[in-house]
C-alpha cells in the first residue's frame, strides 16, 4: 500500500512558524515528485510548493520567500517549512505523490490567528 502522512500542524499567531512533514511509505520515494497543496473551507485545493526527485522547487507567488519545501530521501520524508505566516495561510495542508498514479495524504491542519 501506498500511504502518506502528514504531521506538524497546528495552531500559530501571526508571525510564527510551523514545520510540516510527510512520511511517505510503499513508494520508492527518491524517484518521484512531490508537493504540497493546501485546501480553505470552500475553496479549491490549490498548489503550495512542489519538489522534483532531483530537488528542483516551484511554489506559489502567495508563499514564495516564506515557504521552504525539502526533502530527506534516506528518511522518505518531504518538509514544508513555513515562516512568517499570515491568517490567510489557514487550511488543511495535503502531501502529495506523483508516480504513474497520483496519491494523497490526509492532509493536517494549520490556522494562524490574527
Known amino acids: 500500500q501506498v500511504q502518506l502522512v502528514e504531521s506538524g500542524g497546528g495552531l500559530v499567531q501571526s508571525g510564527g512558524s510551523l514545520t510540516l512533514s510527510c512520511a511517505a511509505s510503499g513508494i520508492r520515494f527518491s524517484i518521484n515528485d512531490m508537493g504540497w497543496y493546501r485546501q480553505a473551507p470552500g475553496k479549491q485545493r490549490n498548489l503550495v510548493a512542489t519538489?522534483?526527485?532531483?530537488?528542483?522547487?516551484k511554489y506559489a507567488d502567495s508563499v514564495k520567500g516564506r515557504f521552504t519545501i525539502s526533502r530527506d530521501n534516506a528518511k522518505k520524508t518531504v518538509y514544508l517549512q513555513m515562516n512568517s505566516l499570515k491568517p490567510e495561510d489557514t487550511a488543511v495542508y495535503y502531501c502529495?505523490?506523483?508516480?504513474?498514479?497520483?496519491?494523497w495524504g490526509r492532509g493536517t491542519q494549520v490556522t494562524v490567528s490574527s
Open positions: 502529495k505523490i506523483n508516480t504513474v498514479h497520483t496519491y
Open positions: 519538489i522534483t526527485r532531483a530537488g528542483d522547487t
